[in-house]
Nanobody, 123 residues
Framework: QVQLVESGGGLVQAGGSLRLSCVASGRAFNSYGMGWFRQAPGKEREVVAAISWRGTTYYADSVKGRFTISRDNAKNTLTLQMNSLKPEDTAVYYC?????????????????WGQGTQVTVSS
């Protein structure tokens, strides 16, 4: 089992940047595929980016070229660098872990979730 705690959300103007972090505790971090998801009011939770245990990445089309996912297995940390933020990026962002070495892109593929951190982008 793994526990996930996100931090780094906040309010930013359009065009600005934020860096989200997720610290994992429990079982070996490097045995999990990891992902960042987001959920806006009235919408379903959706994948933003995902990363395998050894760093293979996936990005949703809406964030390609603006967001970067990375992981530090030695520090049990997952990071999402978000640049050129847009008002449509406003959502609660969740860190998630799935058992197995590969990443997933669907909510149901993940076993563990953080509590979420709010990101608000003003126009």
């Amino acid at each position: 089992q793994v526990q996930l705690v996100e931090s780094g959300g906040g309010l930013v103007q359009a065009g600005g940047s934020l860096r989200l972090s997720c610290v994992a505790s429990g079982r070996a971090f490097n045995s999990y595929g990891m992902g960042w998801f987001r959920q806006a009011p009235g919408k379903e939770r959706e994948v933003v980016a995902a990363i395998s245990w050894r760093g293979t990445t996936y990005y949703a089309d809406s964030v390609k070229g603006r967001f970067t996912i990375s992981r530090d297995n030695a520090k049990n940390t997952l990071t999402l660098q978000m640049n050129s933020l847009k008002p449509e990026d406003t959502a609660v962002y969740y860190c998630a872990a799935r058992e197995g070495l590969r990443f997933g892109v669907r909510v149901e593929e993940y076993n563990y979730w953080g509590q979420g951190t709010q990101v608000t982008v003003s126009s």
